[in-house]
């Protein structure tokens, strides 16, 4: 019996394990406490798309070797200056999918030179990788602090009305806010199903597949699955891990603009900092490892994740009316989560 | 006093999981004698020595039966801490120093003179006692003038000559109080010539003291310079104790290696007229930076369709060799494949130049432990060949039905033991993993295969098969194959030729019937020098 328990914690692995057995606790929880479900099944929806892309940023990092990509904060400010050129630009026509799409192409570029100048600076550190990762992101939001006063933006809708420099959180109303949201979102009993959001995702999702099934994907895995290995089938592996770090800011940029359109504001300054740990401990309960992960890692997980997250925050506020219980809970789990990821590191195989 | 036995270990047997590695090995030691250890890798020596110093990996795997005796008295040795204190110690062959401490610091390490102050007596520890630096100066003095050392005992270790380091490892030995018996293990295997003359002077030194040493190596003509008496250990089996004047280099490099083998089923069709055959690979002047094996400049000619055996000790750098041509580690030289230059350090241009090659390294550099038997098998050839991939409008994805069927067929002609194509190879046995290596190198449809160690860590039975697969490999396909392995038996029963490798040089190329003693001298080092005072 107690053997049968052991294969199958092994086999699901215990942080799925206990943060489902939360998911399904929180859920009986809101059922008991007549919560209401349209909301919170439309809630957990808008943020599985919202968190999705970010989370799967982590994929290509890890499998090519880097490990969990704690500088995601490098993608996610190279997306914010996409969004933010194409609004600047004015390049939001309907046709545009009102600058969506102009904000993507444009961080492309950016995001392509980010990753491969960290791609090389991270080939020189191997073994250091997440702290190394960790701080790149720390310095490198602390610099646009400067950026984001510095940078010549001039639309009335992104600067302060006094003063220099753009504003802490932009309105998306009269741009791209909510674009995928709301393609051919349609409801049922009430819950609203975000399509064009979800399509989003599972199509990002669906082309990372396609790509870990070419040549050019099994190299990146093996590079990062044994680099040894992978040097005796002559198979360049520094240049597979900078592949892998140029993909994962790529996805992170692409993510963030994404999320910002779910949220319908663009936040700057201090916010990009924070984007890297939720995507992280996404990734982790999905079922992945500092070495391996699969795309189904980060679809389960961020749903897992953010799940818990949406219907545990009613939940909280409800028995604890005062305070703001639900964010000191959501920093709990998602530190937690993360904690038990770091003591994982080079636990070897 | 001269004539007693410092050591005697009687009748000594061990086995590790029912496999016997020691069968009923005597050795006596006297007091100011010298007596050599004599062996091949894998006879038995550093297990024996494992025994004497009460090692936890001796224990832990069920013991040992025999007695040992100190003085004529049995001792039970149960922990390296047991053998110090009744007088045994150690140097080893990797120095166990530190580097930024000097070298009284090192020889008193953990053994420190103390005199008591005021904190050691308010909490009653000797462990807060103050150092005698003085005394310990002085201490080490006396250690380093017994072996005749001039250096001063305030140096830091680090940036010492090699030599120095050695000695400075046995006067921690010879500090310690009542040494009775001092076991060197190959002290000599990174030290230049001048530096083994004089530690071996200073060995004799100490015999003379009345220390009795126990000297392991497998130099041959130090063996002869140095011991009293020699005994000679082969696959766990105590061959025979000879005193010094009445052997020779010759005969102890027939003990070492020892008969021991039957031909296999060889034709002996490829033996003859070998300067008219096609050569598959020339080798000119090959220099290989492998750390620990490194190869130091090669002149090999490898001839189409025959098997090749490289041999030789561990460190001479025989593996070093397969590793340079694929270029997984820094080579410099000419490698040509049939006549056409092969560009060094690119591991895909010669696995693109038709070679392919299974790792010594089995479960590091040749499988991914993670992944399916399938996966293993198809990938390199994927990424080499670009074999293995289907169009799917811009795409090219992996041809899953194509990398099974291949595998499937594989599994079915290396008779590869498994659940099915796609099990993880981390659960496959050592035996069946080897398979997997080869069969990933078949898929590649090399000209030449590389083998180095095939049957290192797998059961007889697997050996064999892995043997007769290589045998068959090479008359049924006509490839050319390389094989390096430590096991010259292994060696002698397939291969055409057996090129032995020393100090990174060859020392000499041996047909498999070759004398039993050639290979001895050869592995030993010492073929070349004899050869040169017999007169040429």
């Known amino acids: 019996m107690a053997d049968t328990v052991r294969t199958y914690t092994r086999k699901i692995g215990l942080p799925r394990l206990i943060i489902s057995a939360l998911f399904i606790a929180v859920c009986i929880a809101a059922v008991i406490m007549k919560q209401d479900f349209r909301l919170l099944v439309s809630d957990v929806l808008r943020r599985f798309g919202m968190f999705g892309i970010l989370a799967l940023a982590m994929i290509p990092a890890i499998q090519s070797g880097t490990g969990p990509n704690f500088a995601l904060p490098i993608g996610v400010i190279c997306g914010l200056l996409g ?48 702290l190394v990762a960790t701080y790149t992101g720390f310095s490198i939001v602390s610099f646009m602090q400067i950026g984001w006063v510095m940078l010549p933006f001039k639309h009335p809708e992104m600067i ?19 674009v995928l949201n709301n393609l051919w979102a349609f409801k049922i009993k009430g819950a609203n199903i975000p399509t064009g959001l979800l399509l989003f995702f599972f199509g990002s999702c669906f082309l990372l597949w396609v790509f870990s099934r070419s040549k050019t994907g099994i190299a990146l895995n093996i590079s990062g699955d044994n680099p040894k290995f992978a040097a005796a089938s002559g198979i360049d592996v520094d240049k597979n891990r900078i592949l892998g770090m140029v993909l994962s800011t790529v996805i992170a940029a692409v993510g963030i603009i994404v999320y910002s359109q779910s949220y319908g504001y663009i936040q700057l300054y201090m916010d990009p900092l924070y984007m890297a740990f939720p995507a992280v401990a996404a990734v982790l309960i999905g079922g992945a490892s500092t070495k391996k992960a699969k795309i189904s890692h980060a679809i389960i997980g961020v749903f897992l994740f953010q799940g818990i997250l949406v219907v545990a925050l009613p939940v909280a506020n409800d028995m604890i009316p005062e305070g703001n219980l639900s964010e000191v809970l959501r920093m709990i789990v998602q530190n937690a989560i993360i904690l038990y990821a770091l003591t994982k590191v080079g636990g070897g195989d | 006093m001269k004539k007693e036995a410092v050591l005697q270990m009687k009748n000594i047997e061990k086995a590790y999981y029912g496999n016997k590695v020691l069968k009923n090995i005597s050795l006596s030691v006297k007091a100011g004698e010298i007596h050599a250890l004599l062996g091949e890798n894998g006879a038995g020596k550093s297990t024996l020595m494992n025994i004497l ?45 530190i580097p930024d401490f000097t070298i009284t610091e090192n020889i008193k390490v953990n053994r420190e003179t103390t005199t008591p102050n005021f904190i050691s007596r308010t909490f009653k520890s000797k462990r807060l006692e103050t150092l005698d630096h003085r005394a310990m100066d002085s201490d080490a003095r006396k250690a380093l003038d017994t072996l005749g050392m001039g250096i001063d005992e305030w140096t830091k270790v680090a940036g010492l000559p090699i030599g120095y380091m050695q000695f400075i490892e046995i006067a921690r030995e010879i500090d310690k109080s009542g040494i009775k018996l001092l076991v060197f293990d190959e002290p000599t295997a990174v ?6 003359d004089n530690l071996i002077a200073a060995i004799k030194g100490l015999a003379a003291k009345g220390i009795g040493i126990l000297f392991i190596t497998h130099r041959l003509e130090e063996v002869l310079q140095a011991a009293d008496n020699i005994t000679i250990l082969r696959d766990g089996e105590l061959v025979a104790t000879r005193k010094k004047k009445e052997t020779s280099v010759i005969e102890l490099a027939e003990l070492m290696v020892g008969r021991k083998i039957q031909i296999l089923n060889k034709s002996g069709a490829n033996n ?67 006549g056409q230059n092969l560009v060094l350090n690119d591991t895909k241009g010669s696995l693109r130049a038709g070679i392919a090659f299974v790792s010594e390294d089995r479960r590091g550099v040749g499988l991914l432990l993670d992944a399916s038997i399938e996966y293993n098998i198809a990938v390199t050839t994927l990424q080499v060949k670009n074999k293995f991939l289907k169009r799917y409008g811009f795409f090219k994805q992996i041809d899953g039905r194509g990398v099974r069927q291949h595998a499937q067929q594989l599994i079915k002609d290396l008779d590869i033991r498994c659940s099915g194509s796609q099990q993880l190879t981390r659960q496959l046995s050592g035996g069946n993993q080897q398979k997997v290596c080869i069969a990933r190198a078949l898929t590649l449809e090399p000209n030449v295969l590389l083998v180095s160690e095939p049957t290192r860590g797998i059961d007889i039975g697997a050996k064999k098969l892995v043997l007769d697969l290589l045998l068959k490999l090479n008359k049924e396909l006509g490839m050319t194959i390389i094989m390096t392995s430590s096991e010259l038996v292994e060696l002698r029963s397939i291969c055409d030729r057996i090129v032995i490798i020393s100090d990174g040089g060859i020392e000499g190329i041996l047909p498999p019937e070759a004398e039993d003693r050639e290979f001895g001298l050869m592995m030993a080092g010492e073929y070349k020098k004899l050869l040169g005072k017999e007169g040429m």
Request: charged share 20%; hydrophobic share 45%; net charge negative.
């Open chain 2, 191 to 196: 030290l230049t010539e001048g530096e083994a």
């Open chain 1, 160 to 178: 302060w009305p006094i003063g220099k420099g753009l504003r802490v959180t932009i309105a998306l109303d009269s741009t791209y806010g909510k």
């Open chain 2, 53 to 97: 110093f009460g090692m936890p990996v001796i224990h832990s795997t069920g013991g040992f039966s025999g007695e040992v005796r100190l003085n004529d008295e049995i001792v039970e040795i149960k922990s390296p801490f047991d053998a110090m204190k009744l007088g045994i110690g150690m140097v080893h062959q990797e120095f166990m120093l």
């Open chain 1, 83 to 130: 969004g933010l050129i194409a609004i600047e630009l004015k390049l939001t026509s309907a046709i545009l999918g009102y600058g969506f799409i102009p904000a993507i192409l444009i961080s492309l570029p950016f995001a392509i030179l980010a990753g491969y100048i960290y791609g090389r600076l991270l080939n020189k550190i191997k073994g250091s990788e997440m």
């Open chain 2, 272 to 338: 003859g007229g070998t300067d008219q055959r096609e050569k598959a690979i020339e080798i000119k002047n090959l220099e290989v930076k492998m750390p620990g094996e490194a190869v130091k400049g090669i002149d090999l000619d490898v001839y189409k369709g025959e098997i090749l055996g490289i041999g030789g000790l561990a460190g001479q750098g025989k593996i070093g060799i397969a590793n340079g041509i694929m270029g997984l580690y820094e080579s410099t030289g000419e490698v040509l494949i049939n």
